[in-house]
């Protein structure tokens, strides 16, 4: 990805190492930054490409994992209304009944999902589509942007340049939808709740986050670190997450696939 401004790129390797940190990798294409140097032996196969996108020698840009086989995905069934919009999808409710176990995996994915959208304000996504709901009613019935299958079934999270970063300077503009996002599911998977639960308990979110990115990443000195705000932004949403996450489980308690 070579990015419009720098923020971008951040953005997308910050959501990376997020992802690593919560337990959701899986989800996340592995990813790796690169200083784009037209006449190096890296760049030699694809030298022509490179001219023809017009990259800015000495950009710093993010490669990413070619995922083959991939396809769309629409909002799970038991999770979208008549109306198109999404309805709470509780542990104890009746849209969860008779589901099968292949079922309820898939469902936590998508809470999986949620929550890493609203950690990273990611607005384009599941939000994206919220926000399209005022004059497109089938938007729901439809693909999600950024979103797809593997061949195996796991969900595959595209696209995060705006996490942590843009996100988070324009999160104000978009909460509105990402909180009440969150808020419709009270289903989590276990291990997820846990990595949450755990980095809410520490308030070091932000320093965790920079020293597995540091650690893995040898470029990380070239982009600029987690601002301050936006490392208590993430510790905040962080409690708020964890908040709900004791909320459902003190309301629903737990349940088998959750």
């Not at 950009?59 to 799970?76: E, G, Q």
């Not at 979103?147 to 969900?155: F, I, Q």
């Not at 629903?252 to 696939?257: E, F, L, M, V, W």
Request: glycine share 6%; net charge positive; with cysteine.
């Amino acid at each position: 990805r070579y990015g419009i401004n720098p923020e971008q790129i951040q953005g997308e390797a910050l959501s990376y190492y997020l992802a690593r940190l919560l337990g959701l990798q899986r989800h996340v294409p592995p990813l790796a930054l690169a200083r784009v140097e037209a006449r190096g032996a890296q760049w030699a196969q694809v030298r022509e490409e490179l001219r023809a996108a017009h990259w800015t020698e000495g950009s710093v840009v993010s490669l990413t994992r070619w995922l083959p086989n991939l396809t769309d995905v629409v909002v799970p069934a038991p999770w979208r209304s008549e109306d198109g919009r999404l309805r709470p999808l509780r542990a104890a409710g009746g849209e969860l009944a008779n589901r099968s176990r292949a079922e309820l995996v898939d469902l936590v994915q998508w809470t999986d999902l949620i929550l890493f959208d609203y950690l990273t304000a990611n607005f384009d996504r599941l939000v994206s589509n919220l926000f399209s709901l005022q004059w497109d009613p089938r938007v729901m019935h439809r693909a999600t942007s950024n979103l797809h299958r593997g061949p195996g079934g796991a969900l595959v999270f595209l696209d995060n340049e705006a996490g942590l970063v843009h996100g988070y300077r324009v999160a104000g503009m978009w909460d509105k939808y990402n909180e009440p996002l969150l808020q419709s599911v009270c289903v989590f998977r276990e291990r997820t709740a846990r990595r949450v639960l755990e980095l809410h308990r520490g308030q070091d979110a932000a320093a965790r986050l920079l020293r597995l990115y540091q650690h893995h990443e040898p470029r990380f000195p070239e982009l600029a670190a987690l601002a301050d705000p936006h490392a208590q932004l993430l510790q905040r949403r962080l409690d708020f997450l964890a908040k709900h996450i004791l909320h459902c489980k003190a309301k629903y308690g737990r349940r088998p696939g959750t």
